[in-house]
Each structure stands twice: as C-alpha cells, then as structure tokens.
C-alpha cells in the first residue's frame, strides 16, 4: 500500500480522514470509495492501489463514526443526510465537482440516496452488496425486517442504545470482527444476538484478510467502539421518514450492481426476482450490468479484489 496519503479534512461540522491515492490534477477521474459497517477505508485497500496504477485518483474516507473521522455523540447526527452532507462537503473540499462512485453495505445505501438527491455530482455509480430497494410508504425498514425476522434479528436488536455494544464487548472488539468477516452461510448470519457470542474456539480466517489486517480493522474499532456505526441502523426509521419527499424518485444515474451469491443481502425474500426480473432496472432506468460472482460473501470487495477492480474499471472506463 505504498503511497496511500492519508490526511484529515474539516467538513461539515466533522474531521474526516480520507486515505487516497492517485494523480490529484486529471481532470474526471475521481473515484469515491463509500465503506460499510463494520468497516473502514482500508476495506478499500485493493481498490485504491489498483484503481489508482489505472491512473485514476481513488479517495476512501472513513465515514463519519467511524476510525480517525469524528464520531458525533447524538444518535440523530447518522442520518443518510448527514452522511451525504459530508460526502458533498468532502467533494467541495477536494474541489471535485463530479466523481463514480463505488458503494458497499452502508456505503452501497448511501450512494443510491446520494444519486437520487444529487446525481450532478456523480457521473456514474458501481454499487456491491445492497441493491437499491424503493421506500415503501405503507413501513419502515426496520418494521419490515421485524415482521419477516423477529425482534432478534441484528438490524432490529441494534435499535437500542447500548445493548449491541455491550454484547459485542462480552466477547471483545478482535472476536467480535472475526465473527462478523468469517459468516458464510446466507442462511445463518449473524442474525440475532445469539450469534455474536462466542462458541470458545479459535475461529480461523478466510484466506483473503490476514491477522494483520484484523489487527488494523480491531485497533480503530477498540478506540472508537462501534456505536458510531451502529447509529447508522438506529436512524433508519427517521430516514425512512426525512425520505418522504423523495417517494417514487428514480436513480438516474449509469450504474452496474455486484453482489456474492452468498451474501445475505442476495437471500432476503423475493430480492433476486426484484434484481434480475425487471423491478431492479425499473427503480434504476439507467442500470446497465447485474454480476452475480459465485461462491462469495459479503465483503466482496476484498474476498474478490482484483476481479471487483476490474470490474469497477471496465465500467468506469466508458464514462471518461
């Protein structure tokens, strides 16, 4: 990862660190990196290093709550407003008035919010992990997920200030992670609580993050905790009504969609007819390419770098 700058930008109430690497002065070939929870901007690590030896100048915050970025103490200030209110300040800072955008879990949420509400600062969008899904005006998503999980289930149970964090504590920051990176199984995420305890055994790492890495990821979370994080999920009923106004709106904006096929994102109810049979391309008229990548999990972008990294390439390359 040799000449990544990191440096820390003041914008919109908040320090952001960004890590970055890349020409500064080519004119349409920024590339904004957008992570998820439970991550940071070295989720991005492959991407910045390969995108940026394509001549493109990758850009990976690590979004507010979260690692060297302030973390504001009021659960009210994780809103998708806030967020993308820092991701615009971000650009105006760097004085990029136009970039692609690539978004995963968090991110990925983020960045169809930020293409619905300012598709003029993004000239096209790769998005992993979580396809767009429209606002349901009848319930919120955390209702919704209540009705078809139970109380139990993680977006649920994160609802309340505190109780994820102490449970993810009774276990440690290092094991917590390992759990929540080692999860395979689609169909048994880390779902309800019971999932988050450890079992006692050594849980062995997949062959595409090191200790090392883990180490990285655990030292920010040790210092910071999670709760930054995990606001995000507590003001998902308050985003689902501040995005009143924007009921019906479309993503006009080219995209391309990257999921695992063992991503539980890929498994809830009826979303891979929504994805491949028409009401996806209907909510993102400009939707270009669905990829399915076979045998791969949740963090794709680091348990398949370079093919996620060609990916992103081969269509960003169109837009120049």
């Not at 500064?24 to 940071?40: K, N, S």
């Not at 910045?48 to 990758?58: D, E, K, P, Q, S």
Request: glycine residues 8%; aromatic residues 12%.
């Amino acid at each position: 990862m040799e000449g990544i700058v990191h440096r820390t930008v003041e914008i919109n109430g908040i320090a952001m660190h960004v890590a970055e690497k890349g020409p500064v002065d080519g004119a349409g070939t920024g590339i904004l990196l957008l992570h998820g929870f439970p991550e940071l901007w070295y989720s991005w690590r492959h991407q910045i290093v390969g995108l940026a030896a394509r001549g493109y100048r990758a850009i990976a915050p690590d979004l507010r709550g979260y690692g060297d970025t302030s973390a504001p103490p009021s659960v009210n200030s994780y809103t998708v407003f806030h967020i993308i209110g820092d991701v615009i300040a971000l650009l105006d800072a760097l004085e990029l008035p136009q970039v692609f955008v690539v978004g995963h879990d968090w991110g990925a949420q983020i960045a169809w919010t930020l293409c619905m509400i300012r598709p003029d600062r993004v000239k096209a969008l790769v998005n992993t992990s979580v396809a767009h899904i429209p606002r349901d005006p009848s319930v919120s998503l955390v209702h919704h997920f209540k009705h078809l999980y139970g109380d139990n289930y993680y977006v649920c149970r994160f609802q309340e200030p505190g109780v994820a964090e102490a449970e993810f504590a009774k276990v440690g920051t290092k094991n917590a992670l390992r759990m929540m990176v080692t999860l395979r199984d689609p169909q048994q995420s880390f779902v309800t609580h019971k999932d988050w305890h450890s079992t006692g055994e050594e849980i062995a790492l997949p062959s595409w993050l090191s200790e090392e890495d883990l180490d990285y990821y655990a030292s920010k979370f040790e210092k910071t905790g999670f709760t930054g994080g995990i606001n995000y999920y507590r003001c998902l009923d308050l985003n689902w009504e501040l995005t009143a106004p924007w009921a019906g709106a479309k993503i006009q904006v080219p995209t391309k969609f990257i999921v695992g096929d063992l991503d539980l994102t890929y498994h809830y109810p009826n979303i891979q007819d929504y994805i491949h049979k028409g009401g996806f391309k209907n909510e993102v008229p400009l939707l270009e390419e669905v990829v399915v990548l076979e045998g791969v999990g949740h963090f794709i972008q680091q348990e398949r770098a370079e093919e996620v990294t060609d990916h992103i390439y081969n269509f960003i390359k169109k837009f120049q």
